[in-house]
């Protein structure tokens, strides 16, 4: 069974260089990301020392735009000033429920997009009690169709939530996907899959697409913390 932060470690280390990293979820438990998966996301998670690790992780958001976006009627404060953006998400009548990892960044000179779709909050329990679905997928170029979804549910936040077109995670995040390919031109992705094996992979964002689009379609595995 993979564990998600194990998953998360892996593919943080097909990067060459980490760009900007969202994340998605309903229920959101801020001291479990702080100590557990934005050490993960910096490359520091295996450092023994607490203080030597937080500074890290301190040093690394100074350089690298985070942000975390969360049904706002489960907003409470973390312990530590981190320097991520918080996003609370409020729907009419109904409740804020992607849960998601993207990341951008670069590997051998070329920009990739990476998302998962899970079941799992950013919780202790959805990372590390649970069995919950995961799936994921590389993109390399901006005609892939989970590209597409992605642009479209971030555009979607910015509207949503009355923010700027710069000067922030999400807005960080969605530029680096305006500079990415247009058509793929590398045979396999990181994780040596070519793009016939997953062109089945389908990203859909309730937010962003018609109403009969309303899930994530992407070939599921288990996964715990």
């Known amino acids: 069974m993979t564990r998600i932060r194990d998953r ?25 990301f702080e100590e557990n998966v934005l050490p993960t996301v910096f490359g520091v998670a295996d450092m ?19 942000g975390v976006c969360f049904d706002a ?8 000033d981190y320097r991520y953006t918080a996003y609370p998400v409020r729907l009419t009548n109904a409740f804020f429920h992607p849960k998601n990892i993207m990341l951008i960044g670069i590997r051998e000179n070329r920009r990739w997009l990476y998302i998962s779709a899970a079941s799992s909050n950013l919780t202790l329990s959805g990372w590390g ?9 590389w993109v390399h170029a901006v005609t892939q169709q989970p590209w597409q979804a992605t642009d479209g549910f ?25 500079i990415m390919n247009l058509h ?27 109403p009969d689009r309303k899930s994530t379609r992407l070939n599921s595995s288990h996964g715990k913390l």
């Open 184 to 210: 793929r031109t590398v045979a396999r992705d990181p994780d040596n899959l070519t793009a016939e094996e997953i062109k089945d992979r389908h990203l859909y964002f309730p937010y962003a697409q018609s």
């Open 48 to 66: 023994e020392a607490r203080t030597a690790r937080r500074q890290a992780v301190h040093d690394a958001l100074a350089k690298i735009p985070v």
């Open 8 to 32: 998360l470690q892996e593919v943080i280390g097909q990067f060459d260089e980490v760009e900007a990293a969202l994340f998605t979820t309903f229920n959101f438990d801020p001291n479990f």
């Open 129 to 137: 009690r649970n069995v919950e679905g995961f799936a994921d997928v």
């Open 73 to 80: 009627s489960v907003a409470r404060p973390g312990l530590d």
């Open 154 to 178: 971030l555009s979607w936040m910015i509207t949503h939530l009355g923010l700027a077109e710069s000067h922030h995670p999400i807005a960080a995040f969605r530029q680096l996907m305006q």
